[in-house]
């Protein structure tokens, strides 16, 4: 009997590990969860200008171009990058906030999600952040200096391999993990995480590659990427860099504190971007 339940755990054990070997992508990339699209930027009184971003290799993002308010003015261009669930419907609140700061706001999905053309790939991601860069420097003129690269949770993986290759004015990561595997051996301690891993987002690795001023927002109450993971990428960025300590779960830090920590962002962009 005992060989027998031996024998079960193992297969259970294995089954676990097939599974995350091979369906990692569908564990990784959550398009699926609320697809539909609420709303767009109008419903909260913001005008935009929808955008067809044609990517490298032939997919086709859906996207929204917000332009700055009026007051305090013109102080250039956020390209923000969101998580690995949803779509860009689902980040109002982000574009409110970049508009109210000055700041006119690139925001796209990746191909695979909302309305964008294509299946989910760590790669994939790179190749639309890239056009995205391409349209905010080429079609749309903003110098990289005066151009915030901002990647929310998984976004903060594509932001900063976006960072590596260009030459930013800042970059944001909030609620961002160091790396995929680091992630998942925190939530399988039991299983090979690293040896499985196909998908990698190294940020950690790539903080010291990047030169430009930094800000990492993490809670120490999020409920999906532990704080650690935040306080390592501070610790690996080069300086000048911040870190903004906000309150609330992963996906309601956002609402805690938030006049506090808005006033903190804009202090680091006017430093960041003078």
Not at 176 to 203: E, K, N, Q, W
Not at 232 to 250: C, M, N, T, V, Y
Request: proline residues 5%; aromatic residues 10%; contains cysteine.
């Amino acid at each position: 009997m005992l060989w027998s339940a031996l024998k079960i755990i193992l297969l259970v054990y294995l089954g676990l590990a097939a599974l995350i070997y091979f369906r990692q992508s569908s564990l990784v990339f959550l398009p699926h969860i609320d697809r539909g699209f609420r709303t767009s930027p109008t419903s909260i009184g913001l005008p935009f200008v929808p955008l067809e971003l044609a990517t490298g290799d032939g997919e086709t993002l859906d996207g929204w171009l917000v332009p700055a308010g009026t007051k305090p003015g013109n102080r250039g261009l956020i390209i923000f990058f969101h998580g690995n669930a949803g779509n860009i419907s689902h980040r109002l609140d982000y574009l409110r906030m970049f508009h109210d700061l000055g700041f006119a706001t690139l925001m796209l999905d990746y191909r695979g999600y909302g309305l964008s053309s294509g299946s989910q790939s760590e790669a994939g991601t790179y190749l639309d952040a890239s056009a995205a860069w391409r349209h905010a420097t080429q079609d749309l003129g903003f110098p990289a200096d005066r151009i915030v690269l901002f990647g929310e949770s998984l976004g903060g993986g594509v932001a900063a391999q976006l960072a590596t290759a260009t030459r930013p004015g800042a970059l944001v990561l909030a609620s961002t993990f160091t790396s995929v595997p680091d992630l998942g051996a925190d939530l399988y301690p039991l299983l090979p995480i690293r040896l499985l891993a196909r998908i990698h987002y190294d940020t950690l690795t790539r903080l010291s590659q990047i030169t430009c001023p930094v800000l990492v927002i993490h809670s120490r109450n999020d409920d999906s990427i532990p704080f650690a993971h935040g306080r390592r990428l501070f610790e690996a960025a080069r300086p000048p860099k911040q870190f903004l300590e906000i309150q609330g779960g992963h996906n309601d830090g956002f609402v805690f504190d938030r006049d506090d920590w808005v006033r903190k962002l804009d202090g680091f962009l006017a430093q960041a971007l003078r």
